[in-house]
């Protein structure tokens, strides 16, 4: 997996030679190692995007096949040394990009902990909301201090470089990902809504609905009008790749909540504000004269 791969004209690749022992995996430190210069749109060159959660950034699959070398960057045989001094630059460059997502996953937590309310009050006020904000700060700043040694290392003390652009990478690996889970605790709820939610871990209540895809383990895209009896008033399933009728679906809660109130007939295509029918002969025949001449 080769990082921002989808958005580079140009691969620096490592290539090992014969005292390397023609080892992929090779150390980059190893003898006999060169540089080449590979044009992304070069025969030879095959690339595919790898789907991530990371949206921000194009991770691909990069693959050559008798790929042409366009150029060498330095002495062929002689890079071991630089390609050891790029791997522990980019851990560092990685590692301090996850201080800072850490960094701003406690800003955003700490931000709408100070204006969520619960309780008429903003959850900032629990203890319990403290301790995960506490403990956040506490996980990331020693972090912070490793990572600035790890690039003061790598300038100034060589003989620890890459001994601290690993740490620091690894460290903050497990750091950034704990905070950002801790910050999404911290965002737990949806806020003041004023309907209840329903979960169905078990996929129960799909399965009793008959809208569970027992094979994918999904429901199909169901939506159930019920009235105050628990009787259901209006049933529409569409398959996965359909999506639902949002206007529709409302003016159906609009006529259920007119025919609960009235006890009228809602037609055909009736929206709210339009004439309804009484539930008899003479009620249907004074609508229908009305409405159709």
């Known amino acids: 997996m080769v990082l921002d791969a989808t958005d580079a004209d140009l691969f620096l690749v490592p290539v ?3 005292e390397a022992g023609d080892d992929p995996a090779g150390q980059a430190g190893a003898a006999d190692v060169s540089l080449a210069l590979v ?26 096949e008798d ?11 002689a890079a071991g040394a630089v390609c050891q001094s790029m791997l522990d630059a980019g851990r560092i460059i990685l590692a301090a990009d996850l201080l800072g997502a850490s ?18 009050r903003v959850i900032a006020s629990f203890q319990a909301v403290k301790h995960l904000c506490a403990e956040m700060v506490a996980e990331l700043e020693p972090a912070r201090s490793l990572v600035w040694y790890a690039a003061h290392a790598f300038e100034e003390v060589p003989e620890e470089a890459s001994l601290m652009a ?9 750091v950034g990902h704990q905070i950002v889970r801790t910050a999404t605790e911290v965002h737990g709820g949806i806020g003041d809504i004023r309907y209840p939610l329903v979960a169905d871990l078990t996929k129960k209540i799909s399965r009793d609905f008959g809208v569970l895809f027992e094979d994918a383990g ?18 529409v399933v569409n398959d996965l790749g359909l999506g639902r009728n949002i206007d529709e ?15 009228e007939v809602c037609p055909a295509n009736w929206q709210e504000g339009q004439d309804a029918m009484t539930p008899t002969a003479e009620g249907v025949s004074s609508y229908l004269a ?3 001449g």
């Open 16 to 18: 090992f030679g014969e």
């Open 39 to 64: 044009e992304a749109n070069a025969s030879g060159v095959s690339l595919e995007r790898l789907r991530t959660i990371d949206r921000t950034r194009g991770f691909g699959e990069l693959v050559f």
């Open 67 to 77: 790929a042409p070398v366009c150029g060498w960057l330095g002495e062929r045989g």
């Open 103 to 120: 960094e701003r996953a406690i800003e955003l937590a700490v931000a709408y902990a100070m204006e969520r309310r619960q309780f008429d």
């Open 166 to 174: 690993s740490h620091a990478k690894a460290h903050l690996s497990d």
């Open 218 to 235: 999904v429901a199909f895209r169901g939506t159930f009008l019920i009235d105050r009896e628990g009787v259901v008033k209006h049933a």
């Open 249 to 263: 679906t409302v003016r159906m809660v609009r006529a259920l909540r007119h025919h609960e109130e009235y006890g």
């Open 290 to 292: 009305k409405h159709n």
